[in-house]
Structures are given as C-alpha cells and as structure tokens.
C-alpha cells in the first residue's frame, strides 16, 4: 500500500470542476428585504430562565452521569463536578438572565445610563452565580419510578443554600461503539422528557467520545425543547485540554442569542471567557474571582475585544454591591454605581 | 488605516449600496463555496450556506473592526454553520436509519471529493483543502481555527495517514 503521487493533484482538478452556481442575486434579494433590522427585546419567558441553567446542568453531568451509566443498574450516581465545571455551569446560567429587557447596541465609549443598566442587571445575576457554585456538592441523582415508554428514570435533586430544585428525567438510550486500530468513536444518544414541577419538557442528549492516539475529543450535546420552534441548544467540546461551551436560544425557530464561553486554567486559575451576542448587543467579558491586596474577595468582568469597560464588584459595608466601572483601554476609572 | 477592498465592499453594502454585494461575491464564493462543499456534499446546502454565511457577515460591524481580516472572518462564520448544519444533520440521518428512511443527503458521486469526506473529520476536511488546494500555510490555518501551529500539524499528518490508509490501495 502506498500513497499514491498525484492524490492531491487530483483533489484540486476536481475542485476546479466542481460547478459551482451563482447565487448571488438570491443573496442580494435578501439583503435588499433584510435592511431594516429588527429590534428585538427578547423578553425572557420563564422558560429561558430556568431551562437553560437546566440545560446547563445536564450538559455538564452528561459526561458523568448519563454517558458513564452502563446499563443503568446503578441505583444511585454521584457525579462529580469540579470547580472548573460548576464555574462554567453557574457563570452560563447566570448570563442567561443578562438578556432580559436587554436593548444595549455595540458602541463606542460607555455612557452612564448603560453603565446602570449593566450593573442592574449583572446584580441580578450575581445572587444566583454565588448560588449555583454550591451545586458542586449539591447535586443528587437517583433511579425513580419509570413511566410508560421510557427505560429509565431518574431524579435530580440540586441543593442550594435556602432551597431545593427537583427535575425527573424520563428517557431511552442508544449506545454505538466503532473502533478502527487506534481510534475508538463512542456515540450515545439520549431522548426523552423532563419533568419541572408540573411542566414536561421535551430533551435530546447526545455524547460523541473519539480516542485516537493520545488525543480525546468529547462532544456533548443537550437540547431543551418548550416546543419544536422555541428550544435551547447547548453543547460542551474538550479537545486538547481545553473546554468549550455553547448555547444557542431559538424562539420562533429563529436563534436569538448566542454565548460562548472559553474555559481556561492558568497558573492553578480557572479563567473564563463568556461572548454574548444577539442582534442588539455585542459584550465579551473574561469573568473572575479576583482576591484584592487585603484578601477581600471581588468578581471582574473585563472587558474584551470591542467590549470597552471592565467592572470590577466588591460588596460595601450594608451589603449591597458596589459596581465600579472602568475603561479597558487606559483603566481610568469611569463610574461607581451601588445597587 | 488602509482597509483591504473587500472591507470596504463590505461597508458599502452595510451602508446600503447592495450592488457592491457583486464585488464581496466576486472575491470570496469561490473559497466558501469549496470549503462548504467538502463538508456537506452537497449543492444545495452548499448554497444555503454560503447565503447565511454572507447574511450573517452582514451584521458584523465592518464599519468599526479595525483588526478582523474579512476573508478569515467569512471562513470562520461558513465553518461554524457547516459544522453545526453537520451536527443536525447527524441527528437527522440518524432518525431516517430508524425508520429505515433513505438517507437524504449525501450526493452519490465519486472522486475524492467525495470519498475523503466519509472519513476525515469536519476539521481535517477543512485543513486538507486549505492546505492541499489553496495552499495556505499551517500557520494560516493555524490562525485562522485559532489553534496552535502543532495542533494544525499533527491534525495534518494524521489526515494523511487515514488518507493513505483508506484510498492508498485504490491508486496503487
């Protein structure tokens, strides 16, 4: 067997006589409907809210819990979730509440009205940030009792610091193994329902493991459906020892928002990356849990790319949060908001 | 700051000049429309691509972006649609198995074209035909999938042997 001299040749003759077909008028048709841009509040539903930390959450013990359950005969699985997953979890739940009533535009410099409207609503995601840090130790998974059409059953209890969550995922499995010499591909594929409370929700999870040489590539995907044109999509990639997450929110069939997030570790520090993106706002911050020179504790949000502020949140003395805003550029110091 | 013709192309059309979408088109379909084509293989959603990914280049802030090179940047929008297309996709062909559905998409024709793509992955497909027809450098697509330079390398070298693995016999 040898590789044969002209395969690449032959490659590049057939891209040369590949037809390709003009559609740029079809194109330019669009441009021409889509000039006047849509302003979309995108008005959180209280399924947002919930479904994506919950999406999240399953995205996140996938790996443990469902892709590592053989057969199911384990009655009782305790995924364990490091500090770099619960960070990842929180931080991308979190900044799915930052959508609500968001109208803020890619700009230039930073004016104090939109400062304050950031910093109301960063507040209201801090609370359950420092929440969700606590699921690390706080999630219990049990077999329960299973339903008509499914093959497994199981409830999910996550403990936070006043109050529970339960979610009962009902659901069948298919498992595919391909191995070829040195390279093994894992397939899983989940689909079932999820029970919060009195809702069910429609979900898909599927879980892609290659091993070839000393390289893993893991791919999870979770999908969270309200119904078949409103669903959050969200998916997890390790590749090389670095850690992507994905979500996409589409309402009406249309994605409407995008996050993507960039885990790191740097020196013992978890650094993370959130992009966020929808038709009215364009932020990226590198998000933190900074430690002063007195030791006090703080959250940073610098500000990367276009994104022209940092803001670093400390706590005063009666509790509230202290918003500081500053320049990315040259670090001078722009606004200090309370909340 | 001097921007590249296609920046500006890119700015006339934003600013409502949609007969300059002609010169954007011109200069890049071509490289989107191949690379698109090697991932899916197929014509229409070639096509289907290749128009969200210029519809979405157009929400971009040209006007402002000093530092984006537009051609990485409409390679990487028409990567990371394909990609996510393949992945539904997958979802798809996997329901049609189910129910014993003829797959739907793959187009039946020969040739490298089409071979290579049932067994490379999305990110040595796209590596290959950078590197084999358009002789970009690793380091370019190195740049342009964000990766480090041996990561490009050693995804190379490892396309290669599964392509003198699996085709070597049939040019012997």
Same mark, same amino acid.
């Given at each position: 067997? $040898?590789m044969p001299?002209?395969?690449?040749?032959?490659?590049?003759?057939?891209?040369?006589?590949?037809?390709?077909?003009?559609?740029?008028?079809r !194109?330019?048709e669009?441009?021409?409907t889509?000039?006047?841009i849509?302003?979309?509040? $995108?008005?959180?539903?209280?399924?947002?809210?919930?479904?994506?930390?919950?999406?999240?959450? %399953?995205?996140?013990?996938?790996?443990?819990?469902?892709?590592?359950?053989?057969?199911?005969?384990s009655?009782? $699985?305790q995924?364990?979730?490091?500090?770099?997953?619960a960070f990842?979890?929180?931080?991308f739940?979190?900044f799915?509440?930052?959508?609500?009533g968001?109208?803020?535009?890619?700009?230039k410099?930073?004016e104090?009205?939109?400062?304050?409207? !950031?910093?109301?609503e960063?507040?209201?995601?801090?609370?359950?940030?420092?929440?969700?840090?606590?699921?690390?130790?706080?999630i219990?998974?049990?077999?329960?009792?299973k339903?008509?059409?499914?093959?497994?059953a199981?409830?999910?209890?996550?403990?936070?610091?006043?109050h529970?969550?339960?979610?009962?995922l009902?659901?069948?499995k298919?498992?595919?193994?391909?191995?070829?010499?040195?390279?093994?591909?894992?397939?899983?594929f989940?689909?079932?329902?999820?029970?919060?409370?009195?809702?069910?929700?429609?979900f898909?999870?599927?879980?892609?493991?290659?091993?070839?040489?000393n390289?893993?590539?893991k791919?999870?995907t979770?999908?969270?459906?309200?119904?078949?044109?409103?669903?959050i999509?969200?998916?997890?990639?390790?590749e090389?020892?670095?850690?992507?997450?994905?979500y996409s929110?589409?309402?009406?069939g249309?994605?409407?928002?995008?996050v993507?997030?960039?885990?790191?570790?740097k020196?013992?520090k !978890?650094?993370?990356t959130?992009?966020y993106?929808?038709?009215?706002l364009?932020?990226?911050? %590198?998000?933190s849990?900074e430690?002063?020179?007195?030791g006090?504790?703080?959250?940073l949000?610098?500000?990367?790319?276009?994104?022209n $502020?940092? !803001?670093r949140?400390?706590?005063?003395?009666?509790?509230?949060?202290?918003?500081?805003?500053?320049d990315s550029?040259?670090q001078?110091?722009?606004?200090?908001?309370?909340? | 700051?001097?921007?590249?013709?296609? &920046?500006?192309?890119?700015?006339?059309?934003?600013e409502?000049?949609t007969?300059s979408f002609?010169?954007v #088109?011109?200069?890049?379909?071509?490289?989107l429309? &191949?690379?698109i084509?090697?991932?899916v293989?197929?014509?229409?959603?070639?096509?289907?691509?290749? &128009?969200?990914? #210029?519809?979405?280049?157009l929400?971009?802030?040209?006007?402002?972006?000093?530092?984006?090179?537009?051609?990485?940047?409409?390679?990487t929008i028409?990567k990371?649609?394909?990609?996510?297309?393949?992945?539904?996709r997958?979802r798809?062909?996997?329901?049609e198995?189910e129910? &014993?559905?003829?797959?739907?998409?793959?187009?039946?024709q020969?040739?490298?074209?089409?071979?290579?793509?049932?067994?490379l992955?999305k990110e040595?497909?796209? +590596?290959?035909?950078?590197?084999?027809?358009?002789e970009w450098?690793?380091q370019?697509?190195?740049?342009?999938?964000?990766?480090?330079?041996?990561?490009?390398?050693?995804?190379y070298?490892?396309a290669?042997?599964k392509?003198?693995?699996? +085709?070597?016999?049939?040019?012997?």
């Amino acid at each position: 067997m $040898h590789m044969p001299k002209n395969w690449k040749q032959e490659l590049k003759d057939e891209f040369n006589q590949l037809d390709v077909v003009d559609i740029s008028p079809r !194109i330019q048709e669009k441009i021409e409907t889509n000039t006047e841009i849509k302003e979309e509040t $995108h008005r959180s539903k209280p399924f947002l809210k919930w479904g994506i930390g919950f999406a999240s959450l %399953c995205l996140i013990i996938g790996g443990g819990l469902l892709l590592t359950q053989k057969g199911g005969s384990s009655p009782i $699985h305790q995924p364990t979730i490091n500090n770099k997953q619960a960070f990842a979890f929180s931080t991308f739940s979190s900044f799915s509440l930052l959508q609500k009533g968001n109208n803020l535009k890619m700009r230039k410099s930073l004016e104090e009205g939109e400062a304050n409207q !950031i910093a109301k609503e960063v507040k209201e995601i801090l609370p359950f940030l420092e929440s969700t840090l606590l699921i690390e130790k706080g999630i219990t998974v049990v077999e329960t009792e299973k339903k008509e059409g499914y093959a497994y059953a199981e409830e999910i209890t996550i403990t936070q610091v006043e109050h529970q969550e339960v979610y009962t995922l009902y659901y069948n499995k298919t498992e595919k193994v391909e191995v070829d010499e040195d390279e093994k591909e894992t397939k899983t594929f989940y689909m079932g329902e999820m029970m919060y409370q009195t809702a069910t929700y429609a979900f898909t999870f599927e879980g892609e493991i290659e091993e070839e040489g000393n390289e893993i590539e893991k791919e999870h995907t979770f999908i969270l459906y309200e119904d078949k044109n409103n669903y959050i999509e969200t998916k997890r990639e390790i590749e090389n020892g670095e850690e992507e997450y994905g979500y996409s929110i589409y309402q009406n069939g249309e994605e409407v928002m995008s996050v993507e997030i960039e885990i790191e570790e740097k020196k013992n520090k !978890i650094e993370t990356t959130l992009e966020y993106e929808s038709k009215t706002l364009d932020l990226q911050y %590198c998000f933190s849990n900074e430690t002063d020179e007195n030791g006090n504790s703080y959250y940073l949000l610098l500000g990367k790319k276009k994104t022209n $502020h940092s !803001i670093r949140i400390t706590t005063n003395e009666i509790g509230n949060y202290v918003f500081a805003f500053y320049d990315s550029t040259n670090q001078t110091f722009l606004y200090s908001l309370e909340y | 700051m001097d921007l590249s013709a296609l &920046q500006k192309n890119l700015i006339a059309v934003q600013e409502g000049n949609t007969s300059s979408f002609t010169f954007v #088109y011109e200069d890049t379909h071509r490289i989107l429309y &191949q690379a698109i084509y090697f991932l899916v293989t197929s014509k229409e959603e070639t096509e289907d691509i290749l &128009q969200e990914t #210029y519809l979405k280049a157009l929400e971009h802030d040209w006007k402002n972006d000093t530092h984006s090179n537009p051609m990485n940047f409409l390679l990487t929008i028409a990567k990371n649609i394909a990609f996510n297309h393949l992945k539904k996709r997958k979802r798809h062909e996997r329901i049609e198995e189910e129910h &014993q559905i003829p797959s739907s998409y793959h187009e039946n024709q020969e040739g490298l074209l089409h071979l290579l793509p049932q067994f490379l992955k999305k990110e040595e497909l796209l +590596i290959v035909y950078l590197h084999v027809v358009e002789e970009w450098s690793h380091q370019e697509i190195a740049s342009l999938l964000h990766r480090p330079l041996g990561t490009i390398t050693w995804k190379y070298q490892w396309a290669l042997k599964k392509i003198k693995k699996r +085709i070597g016999d049939a040019y012997a």
